[in-house]
């Protein structure tokens, strides 16, 4: 993949040594072919599993649940913890057919006892869950499989070899336990990884240390109660995310928490920014959010996501010759949307609509909000294009974006319900256009241009898409700036 990309160089099998700061960059002093070499780069992302760039470069670490007391969040704990979430240690097995023998050595420490819940288990159904093609399996199994109790300790660098290689012999330890106990000799290890053991080369590890100096910290509430907070997080969103919260622990005295259905989110820029290292980003479990946020902002499919808004970061402040203490939160948002990211995850308009980055947009701009739908442990935020705009929704934000709005507001007087001609009136009032001109021009346009499908009708309500499409249009809310903190900068 990496190959088709022009102007990038990716250098395998060089490990991190040292990093320290050079003016506004850093010099990131790395093995290569068993010497040792400097990069000098503009910018840095740490998309390590456990922060240990940003840790080297003087980054501190928070492990763990925090204190309801610490972060207000009411689904907190009354006293933190430093309880981590299980690694997995994966294995992909290869069913090699019934007569084959594909039985590994018995691994070093084995004990059986360690694996006796599976007995009884649907066995077939836990592999089919977990199929691939190819007559492949991925296993990662609960309770007695291969989760892996884990500690802040656990973690350091002088003590993860050690660990991780108990990890790995915990997973070979239920592969064995599956092969001889349970009858599947003829699921084996394949080829696919390189390494001695064939398991893969890092866990899967759903929680580390978290950044305690970003330039925000991203809580629950900012997932369940995005417009109702001072700060507007959601409208300096990099990235989207949506995957329901783990909890995988085999610590029966592991602190559970009972989540509402989740809703769908966005990752606010200022997680990944460092108040204190400038041109250092993080990713991974070293983001700055919360221990109840990170059970779901730790999922690939949420870090691959952000990765992409890392990287229009990075660029930003490479191209224009600036600092992370220096974003502008709208370029970099504009960046992702050309190249089709998203940044609010209405699910109810997807990528392929012509208005998808109008909508996009507006709801960055907090104009039209997004409404929270539960289905099952999750909820879906939807756009609801076609229901009608209140006027008591956009009327807050209309008045903080425009000077004259507050003036408009108070000479229309528009009803409950926004109309079309009441939309076309405020595009008059902040664009200085004739009134009649307006109307002329805009039913010329409205099926031609825009592909409406309602007749053109001034005194209709007005839908929540018409509004964004002609809002994003003509009045462009989006162009005003934002600070890290989603307020509202003149």
């Known amino acids: 993949m990496t190959d088709t990309v022009k ?6 099998n060089t490990p991190f040594t040292g990093i320290k700061k050079d003016g506004t960059g850093w010099d990131v002093t790395i093995t290569l072919d068993g010497k040792t070499a400097t990069v000098k780069a503009k910018v840095v992302i740490d998309a390590t599993e456990t922060g240990d760039v940003a840790a080297k470069a003087g980054e501190t670490y928070v492990y763990g649940f925090e204190a309801k007391k610490q972060t207000n969040e009411a689904l907190a704990p009354d006293n933190e913890s430093t309880q981590l979430q299980d690694l997995s240690w994966i294995a992909i097995l290869k069913d090699f057919g019934a007569a084959a023998d594909k039985t590994i050595a018995r691994p070093d420490g084995y004990d059986a006892a360690a694996y006796t819940c599976l007995k009884g288990k649907n066995i077939k159904k836990m592999l089919d869950d977990g199929r691939l093609p190819n007559d492949k399996y991925m ?13 802040p300790d656990n973690l350091k660098p002088e003590n993860r070899e050690a660990f991780y290689a108990k990890a790995r012999l915990h997973t070979l330890g239920l592969i064995y336990y599956l092969q001889t106990e349970l009858g599947y000799k003829n699921l084996g ?3 696919g990884f390189t390494t001695p053991d064939h398991l893969p080369y890092l866990p899967y590890l759903r929680e580390a240390g978290r950044a305690t100096k970003g330039l925000v910290r991203m809580m629950l509430d900012d997932v369940y109660k995005p417009y109702n907070r001072e700060s507007k997080l959601y409208r300096t969103a990099i990235a989207v995310g949506d995957a329901s919260p783990g909890q995988h622990y085999t610590d029966a005295n592991a602190p559970k928490v009972i989540y509402p259905p989740f809703p769908a989110y966005g ?7 460092l108040k204190d290292l400038d041109n250092l980003l993080v990713t991974e ?22 990765g992409q808004g890392a990287g229009a970061t990075a660029a930003y402040c490479a191209f224009f010759k600036t600092t992370t203490q220096n974003l502008n939160v709208r370029i970099i948002q504009g960046e992702l949307l050309d190249f089709k990211a998203w940044i609010m995850p209405f699910a109810d308009v997807k990528p392929t609509d012509p208005y998808f980055r109008a909508i996009q947009q507006i709801g960055a701009s907090g104009l039209l909000k997004g409404v929270q739908k539960a289905d099952g442990n999750t909820a879906r935020l939807l756009f609801q294009p076609d229901s009608l705009v209140a006027t008591a929704e956009i009327k807050p934000t209309l008045e903080e974006i425009y000077t004259r709005g507050f003036l408009w507001f108070n000479k229309e007087k528009p009803g409950p319900v926004f109309t079309v001609g009441n939309l076309l009136s405020f595009i008059s009032e902040t664009t200085l256009t004739d009134p009649h001109t307006l109307e002329i021009a805009m039913q010329k346009a409205w099926k031609d241009q825009y592909k409406f499908s309602s007749a053109f009708d001034m005194k209709r309500p007005v839908t929540r898409r018409e509004f964004a499409i002609l809002a994003n249009r003509f009045f462009n809310p989006f162009a005003r700036s934002v600070d890290i903190a989603g307020r509202m900068v003149n």
Do not use: R
């Not at 296993?139 to 500690?151: R, Y």
């Open 7 to 12: 102007n990038l160089t990716v250098k395998l």
């Open 139 to 151: 296993i990662k199994w609960a309770e007695c499989g291969n989760q892996f109790l884990v500690a």
């Open 189 to 191: 290890l394949g080829e």
């Open 267 to 273: 990752v606010p820029l200022g997680a990944i920014v």
């Open 285 to 306: 479990k070293a983001m700055s959010v919360t221990h109840l946020v990170n059970a779901s902002t730790m999922y690939p499919s949420v870090q691959m996501a952000i």
